[in-house]
């Protein structure tokens, strides 16, 4: 498929995917899924496996955006290495309408598109981009980002762990910090509250039982739950220290999730997937198992209405 056609094929589904069944409402503001791939996208660079051979449809790396269709103003959460393709769509929009980003952490696929703000790209003018702490402290004091900064090509807003910030009158944004590596920054996932629904973004975290909240509670309290999916299981990982990079596998999601009523099922959206995960493939035997429990698999395009 050539590159023409990539961006015809995001820009068809980001605008004219159809509306889910489900108790979706009126509402002039919606969550679209740019993205649903793990940091390394798909193809997967060095990959030789079967999964990445004779791809026919690249896929993107996680992202979603929050927009209010009424005025066209968005936010991003996350900056992804994709970043040009999943906002070619805006046009001319970008500069105006897109009000800010929202970082979860300072991992490659999470933040590294922010380069695209810079003078030899967009150079953009002060784009608010909201970050933790150590995030903040990150981007300010290491090149090439701190050149973002002092260029005024974005600003970076400070937020923190559990304290809600209203973006506008009918849109709150709450942080809220998870166990993931910590190299370079905290990790973060977001509930985002709109007019009439919530929906709780978290595209990274070690293990479920190693956060402090209960991710069963959280997602009785939200409508839409866009988490962690990185593996299926640790067979398709073999190759690697699973202690390098812990992500509760699906499987274990799923027997954690089993006792859990069907309406709740039904607000899991599987996103941020590895290259190797066979959820990307709709014709799979684990997609299609995922799916008869009552689960979701983030597709690009997938328009979420709050």
Same mark, same amino acid.
């Given at each position: ?30 969550? /679209? ?74 991992? =490659? ?92 973004? =978290? ?9 402090? /909240? ?22 398709? *990982? ?41 959820? =990307? ?9 995922? *799916? ?15």
């Amino acid at each position: 498929m050539t590159d023409l056609n990539f961006r015809t094929y995001l820009i068809l589904s980001i605008l004219l995917f159809p509306f889910f069944a489900f108790n979706q409402v009126n509402s002039n503001y919606s969550l /679209k899924i740019l993205g649903v791939v793990q940091d390394g996208g798909l193809p997967h660079l060095g990959n030789n496996k079967t999964c990445c051979e004779n791809i026919q449809q690249k896929k993107f790396v996680t992202s979603i955006m929050l927009i209010n269709n009424e005025n066209n103003e968005s936010y991003l959460f996350d900056a992804s290495p994709d970043i040009n393709e999943q906002l070619n769509f805006m046009g001319d929009r970008i500069k105006k309408d897109l009000k800010g980003i929202f970082l979860t952490h300072a991992h =490659i696929g999470h933040y590294t598109g922010l380069m695209y703000f810079g003078r030899e790209a967009l150079n953009s003018k002060l784009v608010n981009v909201y970050a933790m702490p150590r995030m903040k402290n990150f981007l300010e004091n290491n090149g090439p980002w701190s050149q973002l900064v002092s260029l005024q090509n974005i600003s970076i807003k400070e937020i923190n762990n559990n304290s809600k910030l209203s973006i506008d009158p009918n849109v709150i944004i709450e942080p809220v910090e998870v166990p993931h590596r910590a190299e370079f920054s905290e990790t973060v996932g977001y509930k985002i509250y709109g007019p009439n629904k919530t929906a709780l973004f =978290i595209p990274d975290i070690d293990k479920w039982y190693l956060w402090e /909240k209960s991710i069963i509670d959280e997602i009785k309290k939200v409508d839409y739950a866009l988490i962690d999916a990185t593996f299926y299981d640790a067979k398709e *990982v073999n190759y690697r220290d699973l202690s390098e990079i812990p992500h509760p596998f699906v499987v274990e999601s799923l027997e954690l999730f089993e006792p859990i009523k069907e309406e709740e099922k039904n607000k899991i959206f599987f996103i941020h997937l590895n290259h190797t995960n066979p959820l =990307i493939n709709k014709n799979s035997d684990e997609y299609k198992y995922v *799916v008869s429990k009552g689960y979701n698999v983030a597709e690009e395009g997938m328009d979420l209405k709050l």
